[in-house]
């Protein structure tokens, strides 16, 4: 990861997200909501725009759309459908069912792991388009020799989630969009595959002299299908706008592409302003207006959220790293570390062994007695830390006592006084590193160690062979 710095010049981003819900319908008909199926055969009257067809409003995405909002922070309002009018060929109605001045969701925010908040302005739903494929020539439009075009996704349900311009680096607008998927998946909202293009982002990008509070003009770039993509994008347009600027040029306004092959943006057109889409109220949709039973019912059921469950281990890790509690959240592994936490394992090391020892499939099923039992062998000097790892290692794949496994891996406690008698015969038969060891060269340490390990098959604990050496080189 490369960080931007530049001291002179200040990035400001704001975000959208799209984000495809995982209903079992579309949006305004009943056809399937599905990735991947035989192009145009989940498609109706209603979602090819027929004349005639009338759209009825889908329950379940309206109650997607206010966890979403919920989850958010926001405030779910009263809200109506607009025409966003635009001709492209995968949109058959030439318009777009979307919201306008009146979103589902208004006014939230999203906390992100390393304390920083970002603002979320609304999050409103629409509909998707379809898609179309440019068919030689690369897939690049001007040289294609024919489109094909695929309405099984005309009129899937979108929320597009819309922040606040607070994020002010490449790797803060990662860890939004990470953590935007994190909460979208606990609430159960979508699939939020990015590959398939379930999450999509877009990026309003702007740079300023540092210290000022007016912003720049804005570009925003399209088609960022990855993290990857989204970083990069943002490090190329931050030193495209400085480039232009200290050149004593101006950035236009406008929609850019990126290219990912190239690593660069491209200008695609000219930004449309809202009067270009000539919205207006759709009328064939009544305004959805959710009671406040219902909203205080979806408001109950939603899950513990990411940073709530981060706080909450946070305050029961001991001195763990607040990055180290976001892996294990990010795990899933939360709940099995805080009940081997609260049955008296020690809490850095549960963190720790969460980190470095627990990332494989199916980790947060370990039986969390039994993850503690293995801590504290650990803890009381009875496995090493190279030990413990292998017991661990064994209960993941088969299971078992961690005392059980220790005894059958030959992992007997080794006591201090039988330890003290190896180092001894060390000190014996190598009087000249001793020597050294003495005389304060301390890179000898690692050779005796090694020695130790060596004379016990691994039984030695390598902290308290050190701690006799220093002992006897002291003496
Ligand atoms: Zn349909």
Redesign the pocket.
């Known amino acids: 990861m490369t960080a931007v710095v530049d001291t002179a010049w200040e990035m400001v981003v704001g975000l959208e997200v799209h984000c495809e819900l995982s209903t079992a319908t579309?949006l305004f008909?009943?056809?399937r909501n599905a990735f991947g199926d035989v192009p145009n055969t989940?498609?109706?009257p209603?979602?090819?725009g027929l004349p005639g067809s009338l759209p009825v409003v889908n329950r379940r995405a309206v109650e997607y759309a206010m966890r979403i909002g919920e989850a958010l922070h926001c405030t779910v309002e009263p809200s109506i459908f607009h025409r966003k009018n635009y001709f492209y060929p995968d949109m058959p109605k030439d318009y777009q069912v979307s919201q306008y001045d009146l979103p589902i969701n208004v006014r939230g925010w999203l906390d992100l792991p390393d304390g920083s908040r970002v603002g979320v302005t609304r999050a409103h739903m629409e509909e998707d388009t379809g898609k179309t494929t440019h068919v030689g020539g690369g897939g690049r439009i001007h040289e294609a020799g024919y489109a094909l075009v695929d309405y099984n996704r005309a009129?899937v349900p979108l929320v597009e989630i819309v922040s606040d311009p607070d994020i002010r680096s490449p790797d803060q607008a990662r860890a939004y969009v990470s953590e935007l998927r994190a909460v979208l998946e606990a609430i159960d909202v979508s699939d939020v595959k990015m590959e398939e293009g379930s999450l999509r982002v877009d990026a309003n990008v702007s740079v300023r002299r540092a210290g000022s509070d007016e912003f720049g003009t804005r570009a925003e770039i399209k088609n960022l299908n990855s993290l990857r993509s989204l970083q990069r994008a943002l490090e190329y347009e931050f030193r495209r706008q400085i480039g232009l600027l200290e050149a004593g040029q101006s950035i236009v306004q406008e929609t850019r592409h990126w290219n990912e092959e190239e690593g660069r943006t491209a200008s695609m057109r000219s930004k449309e302003e809202a009067y270009d889409y000539r919205y207006f109220p759709e009328p064939d949709l009544v305004p959805v207006e959710p009671s406040e039973a219902w909203r205080s019912e979806v408001r109950s059921s939603l899950p513990p959220l990411p940073a709530e469950r981060r706080a909450a281990l946070a305050a029961e890790a001991g001195s763990s790293s607040t990055a180290d509690v976001a892996v294990v959240v990010e795990r899933g592994l939360d709940t099995l570390v805080r009940a081997a936490i609260a049955v008296g394992a020690d809490p850095e090391r549960v963190v720790t062994h969460a980190v470095h020892n627990l990332a494989v499939e199916g980790a947060e099923h370990l039986d969390a007695r039994r993850f503690a039992s293995l801590v504290k062998l650990e803890t009381d000097g009875k496995l090493t830390a190279t030990q413990a790892k292998k017991v661990l290692s064994e209960m993941l794949e088969r299971g078992g006592d961690p005392a059980d496994i220790a005894a059958a891996l030959g992992f007997e406690a080794m006591d201090e006084s039988a330890l003290a008698a190896v180092v001894d015969q060390l000190i014996a038969d190598n009087p000249a590193e001793f020597d050294r060891l003495k005389s304060g060269d301390h890179k000898v340490m690692g050779f005796f160690v090694g020695q130790a390990m060596k004379a016990t098959q691994g039984k030695a604990d390598g902290k308290v062979v050190t701690a006799l050496l220093r002992e006897r080189a002291s003496s």
């Open positions: 579309k008909c009943g056809c989940n498609i109706c209603v979602c090819l009129g």
